[in-house]
């Protein structure tokens, strides 16, 4: 199905179980631990009776430099090794298109435990010790580690993220009465998901299946192929369960290759989970970024100039965090510029983590405005709403689809009690410095081709395949209701499989794009099966109406399970996206608004209260969505207050690298939170009239969270994370 | 460059292994016995358990945590294996009535322990109040973390029950209310970073009888 | 993890005897250090004594008041003591501050005095570590210090002692009691029993070798208010920057002691005597002589504030 007019009047208007508040379908089986994610698969093919055998993965020592010889002779004799992997023995590796460095290292090392070796073992506790047994010698080379010296010399990016310009920013900025030019700072983040890079691999002959973690199941499986030198057709990945993944398990990873290569080599399935130990170095993380912003703004408010520059770097071939990416659309203005510079960097691969771009551009961007704000004596809540657009500003004759930020700020000023909010360093309780702050969320909306294939037995079950993931966004029971709305049957009667690359080709989890283009792929494989069935049925023209389990045309009525007492009906279709997402700006909006408490003794912040009110677009499962924004305002919350991969800039990477070191917020940070959805259903976006909130509701908080403290000290920080030290030194004395 | 660190600042090859320390050094007595120890079977050793109400005994190489035993042994893989290391929570198991890392223990210093896993607690058919209220609650999103931290909601309650005292506690000298505040505190060793946290606290107060 | 040899102590004279005759014998009791450390090899017993069956897990009144804590009481039960929490209101404070509560279950009042640093570059066996190899060298210093140690630390290790429990012992001047391999006893006050680093940080206790902890005494009652306060980045589940535990009279006299800022708890008694003069004075006296680093010098500032958040405290 093309969609490439704004949907119509649809079957998922009717909103009987599309939109309702739904709990988990998968919810039962993840509560009682018998959703099996990657590592715990047990039914392994080619696998003897004493079970798969256990891959231990050693990671380089050091950040850039060459491996001039490995000695692993003592591994290789160590009890239960069954094969050592590293790049001597795994045959031609190439890299794969998603990945930046190479996924196995050696001789030339990349970055700091860059995987270098498996060790194959019949334990885990083999393995392990095994590993440890791997001698090697590097010849160890100077790098580039400290963004702050190379982004000195750090050129434009180039294609979608080249500067972009409008108008005259530099005049506009020079002429403009009041003005604002600053500098924020964003540390490297890791995505910390809870379930470890991991992965069984089992070869049946030539043909490779592996059970991993993985958010894009197609993407995975090709660059597997890619990787290994094989056919794709070889390759088969499973994902049913997936242990969260905020983008680090977009991409295939260590844990795949080195678990394919250990079973190759160990004739049997190997199962491989990247120590947690690894998780800072040898994976992806969001980088860094140092950021300039530039606001003119006339006496009563309105925006003159807009301009907005971002560094980050990356390993030789990577790409930019595209921090300015929401500057170009957020706020009127009609001067304006952004830029993105990309330095190279030897630290581990840079690349996509929940939001990228908007998340750490709104926690700059978002203090800027607050700053502004403050310059002009105007409520920043006021000054966003004067500056709202309906059009995109870089191009006016594009209109937004559906945009509501004002009414997501004045709605939340109004709940959240915004007007008692007072100057800065103005309310205390006991020992408390209490603040209030408030920030725009903003996401640009995105749509991928999605695939689905639904089956109706004859006793009426629907049945829906699709690569999709369930990441902990609450596809399967979105899905469900998707095709129950569709079919007209209870949610009962339908039965959803994922994560499967034998399944038709979705859009996977990734930059929000998920839940409506996954439910948009299935709505078009409906549709085809309602054809089928009125077909089978031999119900003529008319208009069908499926309900109850049955379906109707004019007076006829039938069971749907009647359609296929035949024999099992199966289609597929997918939707692919024309140009609307073009010819309007589709973006998703809303406003964080935070309270904090600051201890004037030590400078500690502790949250008291959130409230986010965001407009999506048609709200699928308002208990899911809510709790995907009420995760991102948590992690917005740790990207705040905690968050930040220490770099070691003179050996070359995060020291922080587990999660005792890289602190992510507990239960005792986070007060009750409050969500809030617009009414909406956004027609130019897909027939769903839905579009994404994973990555909203992280955008903006961490601003909110900054301005918020600074209501409380009066003390600004620029610099992410708001740790104490940044400002314990301007709380006033003590004695 | 800096203090202290000079001399391996300036050195330009790095030998590694974890055990390159004792290898490089001269072959001592204690080295001997160390290679001999690499070529032989590791020690294994028996151990008798109670899992979920079931007598169960393994033979295991003397290294397996309680945590791998049950995952890997047992194939009960509803407790999770998410850092290994006592930093996440996610392998949250109750052991004689107290909940534990199951990472940080060997499986072999429990003989004769009763463990209860997220399996024990009860069924998809069959759920216990806790179960059923994370469900409700939406007390999870990726579902990775949720055993430990249901395994670990359900021991909190006992402890504010019982009278532990908390870092939260206005008065130590006496008991614990039962109130959010405490169940936060006490649920800070299981991380969740799809971030459910507001919602297990809406889950846990439900199931106590207060209110959230 | 190397393989090691297991067996459960039968009494704790025979372990200590073991660990002292065997090499690489270690002894194991709640674990949770231990293994974490042994999974790194940071760690490498090649025979472990499992001495949790040896009892020593009751807290008992000593005769003309203080309490006895067995080496194997678990940090939980240690602070929900009735006696703890009404007379030793601080150790209570300490404890609960510490780790998580399924940590807290597994612990030993033995193993938190032994547990070793939270450093990173201890803990990452790529990098240089005199505590982990003697004389590698430290890459902490001039690395990524801001966890890390301002004062009795040395050029060859700025770690500090991650224990909150042994923060609290220190102000209430408790003594570690133990049994050597030959069945002799001794007492060794708190103050004695950690070691600051100098040039050999990877000795860290006043233990001989197969000297085992078998209880922690605790002196009559200091009367005053306990206040233990631990300043960290996250609200719970995270090791001090800085903490300060106290027991301050109504007169405004008592004693302070800092976690998170030394290698070992941190205090010096002619600090105390400047409590009644306020932060400042104690402050400046507990860090005379102090060798903060550019990541780790607002420890100097915090631990002033947080004393004087302490102080307002006991006054309230």
Redesign the interface.
Known sequence: MKFDQPAGTNPIDRMKVVGKPT??I????????????A??H?ELPGAPDSGPAYGYVVGS??AKGTI?SMDTS?AE????VVAVVTHRNAGKIAKGNFNTAMLLGGPKIQHYHQAIAVVVAE????A??AA?????????DGGAFDLAVAKVDAPDATGSDAPTAVGDFAGAFAAAPVQLDQMYTTPDQS??????HATIAAWEGDKLTVWSANQMVAWGAGDLARTLQIPPENVRLIAP??????GGKLFLRSDVLMASLGAKAAKRPVKV?L???FMGNNTTHRPATIQRIRLGATQDGKLTAIGHESWSGDLEGGGPESATQQTKLLYAGANRMTALRLAVLDLPEANAMRAPGEAPGLMALEIAVDELAEKLGMDPVKLRVINDTQVDPEKPERPFSQRNLVRCLEEGAERFGWARRKAPGQVQDG?WLIGMGVAAAFRNNLNMKSGARVRLSPSGQVTVETDMTD????TYTIMAQTAAEMMGVPLAKVTVKLGDSSFPVSAGSGGQWGANSSTAGLYAACVKLREAIVGKLGFGPGEAVFENGQVHVGNRVADIAAAAKGGEIVVEDSIEFGDLGKKFQQSTFGAHFVEVAV?R????T?VRRMLAVCAAGRILNP??A???V??????GVGGA??EEL???K??GFF???????Y???????????EVVFLDEADDKVSPMKAKGVGELGLCGVGAAVANAIYNATGVRVRDY?I???KH??KLGE?? | ??EG?GAI?R??????????AA?AGSLGPGNVAMAQA?????PHAAVSLKINGKATRLEL?T??TLL?AL??HV???????????G??G?CTVIVNGRRINSCLTLAVMHEGDEVT???G?????N?HPM??A???H?G????????GQ?CSAVAVLEEIRAGVPSH?TADVSKPSPMT?TE???R???????????????EAMAQVAGVK? | ???FTYERATSAQDAAAKVAATPGARFIAGGTNLLDLM???IETPTHLIDVNGLGMDKIEAIDGGGLRIGALVRNTDLAADARVRKDYGVLTRALVAGASGQLRNKATTAGNLLQRT?C??F??V??PCNKRKPGSGC?AI???S?PLGVIGTSDACIATHPSDMAVAMRVLDASVETIRPDGTTRAIPIADFHTLPGQTPHVETALEKGEMIISVALPKPRGGTHIY?K?????????A?VSVAAVIGKDGKGAVALGGVAPKPWRVEEADALLPK???SVADRLFAGATPREDNA?KL??AQ??I??VL?EAKA
């Open positions: 709990t988990r998968d919810g039962p089986l993840k509560v009682t631990g018998h959703a099996p994610y590592y715990e047990q020592a050091v001039r003592r004799r160590a009890p239960g334990t885990f506790e083999q392990r010790s440890a047994l791997i001698d090697v010698d590097y010849a160890r995505h910390a998901m809870m379930e470890p369960y997936i242990g969260g993944g905020f989970a120590p947690r130990p020992r990441i902990g966004t609450g201890d003794y030590t400078g500690e502790r208990t899911a809510r709790s995907q009420i995760g991102a305002m948590t992690m207050l905690m220490a770099v070691d003179r050996f020291v922080n690298h587990d999660l005792a070191g602190e992510v917020p507990v239960h005792a940070d986070i007060p009750h939170q994370p740790t104490l030290d314990l030194d003590v004695v | 460059m800096t660190y600042s050195r330009d090859v790095l030998k590694t292994s974890a055990t390159g290898i690499q070529t032989a079977a590791p190489d290294r397996t791998d995952r890997e194939k009960l893989t509803g407790t999770k294996k998410g850092c290994d290391h930093q996440c996610a896993t997220i399996e607690l009860g069924s998809p058919d759920l179960q059923a994370f469900v409700e939406d999870y999103q990726c579902g990775y973390c949720t055993p249901i939260v959010t169940m936060r505190e649920m800070s060793g299981n991380i969740c970073r799809c971030g459910a946290y507001s919602n297990i606290a959230a | 993890m190397r393989p999974k790194l090899e939270r990173p570059y803990y990452d790529n990098m890459a001039g690395g990524f801001r306060r300043v960290r980045d996250r609200a719970s589940y995270a090791f920057l306020g932060s400042k607002f500032t915090l504030r947080t004087a958040a307002a």
